[in-house]
């Protein structure tokens, strides 16, 4: 059995990638309803738990299949070895910032 | 120590085009322009949170005729993402992989990414 990192990162991406197909149908429904709102209706919407916990789910498989992806890309074209291992951990910074306020923000909403 | 510069076969120069490996990198430019993408998702929901103002403002943008066109051509590359996605993971199940097979799923990819667009945006 083929095993390493590589093996797990391949299996991690095709998951994510699964489970991406039902919940971007649900996000793409979910923005056709929440777009044209107003403010106070957009947080109302927001705040519904089934809503703002799928919402979070959704986050966090789509921005590790993003950051899967984005790593594959820099292993792919940054071959300086200093500048690829910064690229990498900016990457992966990045990602982390941006799944916190997204995940903050959710939260926020039943305060 | 400087590795010695070896010349390199052209291949990008020289290599003619196939819907085989235009429409390989194209889901590698859509995956790139998605992640990037992920940053104005991030701020919608930040604006959401922050207050009604900063709401305000990315919801005027996005209604925009440009912030129109931006979520036009996001939802597009998504659908091409999205489509192509299961057409690789068809192949990972070993699906699909002879070369005719490959042509006629890559140009329904392709066909249908377009159509589910229109019809997204005409129905909306």
Known sequence: ????????????????ALLLIPLLIWFLFSML????LGYMEARAWLSNPVNSVLFGVFIVILYHHAWIGMREVIEDYVHQPGLKQFSLLLLLIITILLVLISLHSLFSLYV | MDKPQRPLSPHLQVYKPQLTSV??????????????????????????????????????????????????????????????????????AGIGLELNTSYWTGYIVVAASLIITILLWWLK
């Open chain 2, 23 to 92: 429409l390989s990198i194209l889901h590698r430019a859509t995956g790139i322009v998605l992640s990037v993408s992920l940053v104005l998702l991030t701020y919608w929901l930040f604006a959401l949170a922050d207050g009604e103002s900063t709401y305000t403002a990315i919801q005027s943008f996005l209604n925009s005729r440009l912030g129109t066109l931006v979520l036009f051509m996001l939802s597009w590359t998504l659908f091409y993402h999205l489509f192509n996605g299961v057409r690789h993971l068809l192949w990972d």
């Open chain 1, 1 to 16: 059995m083929a095993a390493g990192k590589a093996h797990r990162t391949w299996i991690i991406q095709r998951l994510t």
């Open chain 1, 33 to 36: 309803q929440a777009l044209p």
